[in-house]
Structure formats: C-alpha cells, structure tokens
C-alpha cells in the first residue's frame, strides 16, 4: 500500500508540472483540464501517507514537499476562478440598461436527438443570440422551423463532422462571414450585431479541435490567436464565444485574454463547468464567452442540461463605453506576443498538412 500511495504521489505530481512545457502534445494539453481533480487526489494521497507511514526522515519530507508543491500549483492556476479571487468583469450598475442583450451558447452534441427538449429550453430562455456548436443537417431541419420564424438573422453552416455550427439573432447581422481560419472543415463565423442602442459590435464564434488522442492541438492555439489578433486590431467592441475546447486557465486561453484584452466573466465568481453534462465527477468549463471593457455583466448562468454532453450557458451583457476604463483589461507583454506569432504559424502549418490529407 505504502509503494502505491508514493507511485501515485509521483504521478500525480508530474500531472501537475507537465503542463508547463511549451508543446502543442496532446497527453501534454490534455493535462490542463483536472487541474481540481489532481489537486484533491494528491491531498488525500499525502493527508493518508503522512497519517499512516511517515516516520518524517528527510527523503519522506522532501517527497512530501514535492508534493505539496504540486498541490499548490495546481491550486494556483484554478483560484482566479473561485469566489476569493477578485472580479475581472465588473456588474452593471444601471437601473434600466439601454443596450442589453442576452446570448445562449449550446454545444448541442451532433449524435443527440433531443431536438424539441432544446427548442423548449431555447423558448423558456429567449436569447436575443443564440450560438449551436455542433448541428449537422439533421439539426437543422429540426429546429428551423422553431428557430426560422422567431430569428430573422442567422448564419448557417451545419456540418456532419462534429464541427458545424448555427447562429440566430433577434438583433441585427450585416458583414456576415463564414471563414475556415486553420482548417478546411473547421468555420467559424464572424459578423456584426447591431445592438438596440443603435451601436454595431463584433461578434466572433469559434470551436476549434480538442486534444485527443494522436491529434495535438496546434490548429486551435492558432485559430484562438488569430481570432485575438482580430479582436485587437477591430476598431469595434467585440466578443468571441463558443466550444473552445479549453479550459479557462490554460495557458492558451491565458495568452488569448492577453493578446485580445478580453474580459472573463468567470473570473472571480466561478469554473461554470459546462462539460460533461452526463458525468458530475468530471466536469470543466469549455463553453466561453469573452467580452470587450465596454460591456457591463448583467447576468451570467449555467443553463438546464437538454440531452448533450454540454450545459449551455446564457450571459447578459449591457454596452456601457464610458465605464470601461473602470475594468482590469487584460495586457499583452513583448514575450506574449512573440510566443502567439510562433503558435499561429505552428497551427497553419499544421493546419495545412491536415488540409493536404484531406
């Protein structure tokens, strides 16, 4: 039991530490997610050893110490996402806001067949803009004729690849475009909303390739980059949401906020874990949706599960451009940005192998 409890100490421990190598190795990216998990397993691997065979010499104690170092670094990547850590994203103070909306993000699982439980979820919430990652054919046709009369805008490109994805919008789309950033049968959409105020906002939606076995993730590191340079560079407000296939404090989705100067809701009030939906024990939030300074958060919520392996999430936003220099933006050092032209340049190559194959 004793050699047990240190080879899973061990392992436990190198889960923790591998992550900071800079490699796009799916074994390697696929360890950001349980950073929770390995963090109360290894505490109740030491809390056990050191009750029952520490005899506290100094090659136990270093063991031990390593672990713990192990421990807290893992709780060093989650705590911005818990309670204690300070907000990011500050709340709108306004009695009446002008220009709010309200946008539902589901990653409807292209296998589930749940089609009117969702169109019933989607009727009780009544978002102004709906994103579905995931929809083939199949879904389309069985939510169009629910979605199609209560939308006027959408954009369209369901796939049966996992990779589809639809957008609905009570509020107004021009300059709508469906891009391939990275891979050939990947899009992404990006367009312009006209928000009830009257001001035009920029409205990025993404899911890009998680890590998984033999596939690294190289394509998204660099569709998520591209897509933060564009946030930097537009002269408008913009927010970016989707199936980003990343947990909220990888390294990636870190070097994102900091290039993009994207705000996190999440930050300081919770993981709101969207995925898996069928398995409590493990859960993480891969659903996202990050916005510029010049919003203000009204409402933010993990919605009712409707058949997919994913939550949805719904988030209230209120345009407030005056405010904005009141919010913490994320910033972008030299080093960052060198190190997003490296993993964009990685990713297209890539990319453009994987499109060669195809």
Do not use: C
Not at 211 to 230: C, F, G, I, N, S
Request: no cysteine; proline share 7%.
């Amino acid at each position: 039991m004793e050699l047990t409890l240190i080879i899973l100490g061990f392992v436990f421990s190198l889960f923790s530490f591998l992550p900071y190598l800079k490699v796009p190795w799916w074994w390697v990216r696929v360890l950001d997610f349980p950073r929770l998990h390995v963090a109360v397993l290894l505490a109740a691997i030491l809390l056990f050893y050191s009750v029952r065979y520490a005899t506290w010499s100094l090659p136990q104690m270093a063991m031990m110490g390593l672990w713990l170092a192990a421990i807290l670094n893992e709780v060093w990547f989650i705590y911005s996402f818990t309670p204690m850590a300070r907000i990011e994203a500050l709340r709108s103070e306004k009695a009446k806001p002008a220009s709010a909306f309200t946008m539902m993000i589901a990653n409807v699982r292209m296998v589930n067949k749940k089609y009117r439980e969702f169109t019933n979820l989607v009727l009780r919430e009544d978002p102004d803009i709906l994103v579905m990652n995931e929809p083939d054919e199949a879904w389309h046709q069985n939510v169009r004729h629910v979605l199609d009369e209560r939308y006027p805008y959408s954009i369209k490109k369901p796939l049966d690849n996992t990779y589809g994805m639809m957008l609905y919008s009570r509020l107004k789309l021009t300059e709508s475009e469906i891009n391939f950033l990275v891979e050939d049968d990947i899009p992404s959409f990006h367009t312009l909303v006209e928000l009830p105020g009257g001001k035009k906002i920029e409205l990025y939606t993404l899911h890009p390739q998680p890590p998984r076995l033999l596939k690294d993730t190289e394509t998204r590191e660099a569709e998520l980059l591209l897509v933060a340079k564009m946030v930097k560079k537009s002269k408008q407000p913009s927010i970016v949401a989707g199936d980003l296939n990343d947990v909220a404090w990888s390294r990636t989705t870190k070097l994102f906020r900091q290039i993009s100067g994207l705000l996190d809701p999440r930050v300081g009030r919770g993981f709101y874990n969207t995925y898996n939906a069928h398995i409590p024990l493990f859960r993480y939030p891969l659903d996202h949706v990050f916005y510029d300074p010049a919003f203000r958060l009204l409402d933010l919520r993990r919605l009712d599960k409707f058949g997919s392996d994913h939550f949805p999430i719904s988030i209230s936003l209120n345009y407030e451009p005056e405010r904005e220099d009141k919010q913490d933006i994320p910033v972008a050092e030299p080093e960052d940005h060198k190190e997003a032209n490296e993993l964009i340049q990685e990713g297209l190559e890539k990319g453009e192998e994987r499109n060669n194959k195809k």
